[in-house]
């Protein structure tokens, strides 16, 4: 699923203003919310990923049972109606709920190194294979559950994901490894994918500071602790928004945020999302779209030259991220 960021966040804001696609996406956002929520107040258990599944699929069939366990075989590869020709089968439906126990068990322990935790519990939810669809999805909330819960990350959880899946034959390869016993192999392509998400976002951190600094500079002088200045500071959690949403951020009256906004679009850091439109106006960010577009595209770039891309926005020209493979 490709979306670009515009989009997404035109479906946060109001999820009609999404398609199908955004609202996929979207869900996939809920439910990594959640989950880091619950993750950093209590334990990870069977129930909450049966419930992070549901919430993945909402919108699935029901023979995609969402929210339950799988009810029968699931395999990887090879052709359909039966597994003959599969590179990987997944262990009988029968015992995934005693599989599934020991996994929550294993993510509960404080013996082991946090990142080899995560490692290895992603690997085993994906050898587990539980649900009927979405396995990947609910894995990939996963990893950042248990880096959550120990500590690991704060505010923001490193895009660890989107690395292996730009590197999709050392990932699969590190799982096929990991279900040989090379558990060692495994951690060790995991610990790559965390530490290159950590360095990407870490410039993700220092554009946007940079793009922050210009804002500041089309608006100055003004109070420092101005509507205006304070509303810079949400623009890029909340690129899309309207009077009610910035005084319901800034605790301040629409009256206060009103003057706000106009001064960012006079300044061109707000525009319009429907020219000319008087009553239930909405403005958006550009700049930070542009800012984020470049930064998937970068996560979607393999490390290995000859390795294909991942599907992803394409950078606007100007900002961001562009980036050339080592």
């Known amino acids: 699923m490709v979306v670009g960021n515009r989009r997404l966040a035109e479906a946060l804001f109001n999820p009609s203003l999404g398609n199908n ?14 989950g880091l929520e619950e993750a950093a107040h209590g334990p990870i258990t069977v129930e909450l990923l049966c419930h992070l599944h549901g919430m993945l699929l909402a919108e699935a069939p029901k023979e995609d049972y969402p929210g339950q366990h799988r009810p029968g075989p699931v395999w990887l590869g090879g052709r359909l109606p039966n597994p003959m020709e599969a590179d990987y ?7 995934v709920p005693d599989l599934m ?17 995560a490692a290895v519990a992603h690997a085993q939810f994906e050898t587990i294979h539980p649900f009927a669809d ?8 996963l990893i950042h559950m248990v880096m959550q819960r ?21 990932y699969i390869g590190g799982l096929v490894s990991y279900r040989e016993g090379k558990a060692d192999d495994w951690c060790e392509t995991f610990a790559g994918a965390v530490s290159t998400a950590c360095e990407r976002t870490t410039g993700l951190a220092e554009v946007f500071q940079q793009l922050r600094r210009e804002w500041a500079e089309k608006i100055a002088p003004e109070r420092k602790d101005a509507a205006v200045y ?6 890029p959690r909340t690129p899309v928004i309207d009077v009610d949403r910035a005084a319901s951020l800034l605790g301040r009256a ?15 850091i707000l525009s ?14 550009r700049e930070v779209f542009a800012v984020l577009d470049g930064f998937e595209w970068t996560l979607a770039t393999p490390s290995q030259p000859d390795a294909p891309r991942q599907p992803s926005p394409r950078p606007h020209t100007g900002r961001g991220f562009a980036s050339e493979r080592k």
Do not use: H
């Open 272 to 285: 319009p999302t429907r020219e000319g439109a008087r009553r239930g106006r909405v403005w958006a960010a």
């Open 21 to 34: 696609t955004a609202r996929s996406v979207l869900a996939n956002v809920r439910a990594m919310e959640t």
């Open 230 to 235: 304070l509303l810079l500071d949400q623009l």
């Open 101 to 117: 126990a020991d996994l929550v068990a294993f993510c509960q322990r404080e013996d082991m190194p946090a990142l080899a935790q």
């Open 150 to 170: 120990r500590g690991l990350v704060d505010r923001l959880a490193p895009p660890v994901s989107q690395i292996l899946a730009a590197n999709g034959k050392s």
């Open 134 to 141: 979405g396995n990947g999805r609910a894995g990939r909330c």
């Open 89 to 95: 089968i997944a262990p009988p439906s029968a015992i």
């Open 254 to 268: 629409r009256s206060a945020v009103s003057p706000a906004i106009e001064k960012l679009e006079a300044a061109g």
